[in-house]
């Protein structure tokens, strides 16, 4: 099993950036795909960024170019850099890591992030 928990959520102006981190416990960390998800406020939970474990990355259109993820599998973290934040990326931002077997996939407790002025 991982356990994975967020900070570095909170609130910031439009066009300002945060840094989100993930650490992970209890199992080997390269193991794992990792991810952020992100669940906006009446709107369903939805994939933001991925990170192999060999770092290449992906991301979801709507943040491609202004958040970047990253990993240390020195450190078992997953860092996601959030620039030029709008509104519409206010949210609650879950790690997830999942190791590619069912059942898996685990995901950390969340961290509220919040872009308004």
């Known amino acids: 099993q991982v356990q994975l928990v967020e900070s570095g959520g909170g609130l910031v102006q439009p066009g300002g950036s945060l840094r989100l981190s993930c650490a992970a416990s209890?199992?080997?960390?390269?193991?794992?795909?990792m991810a952020w998800f992100r669940q906006p406020p009446g709107k369903q939970r939805e994939l933001v960024a991925t990170i192999s474990k060999r770092g290449l990355t992906n991301y979801a259109d709507s943040v491609k170019g202004r958040f970047t993820i990253s990993r240390d599998n020195a450190k078992n973290t997953v860092d996601l850099q959030m620039n030029s934040l709008k509104p519409e990326d206010t949210a609650v931002y879950y790690c997830?890591?999942?190791?590619?077997?069912?059942?898996?996939?685990?995901w950390g407790q969340g961290t509220q992030v919040t872009v308004s002025s």
């Open positions: 209890g199992s080997i960390f390269s193991r794992y795909v």
């Open positions: 997830n890591a999942n190791s590619g077997i069912p059942g898996g996939a685990y």
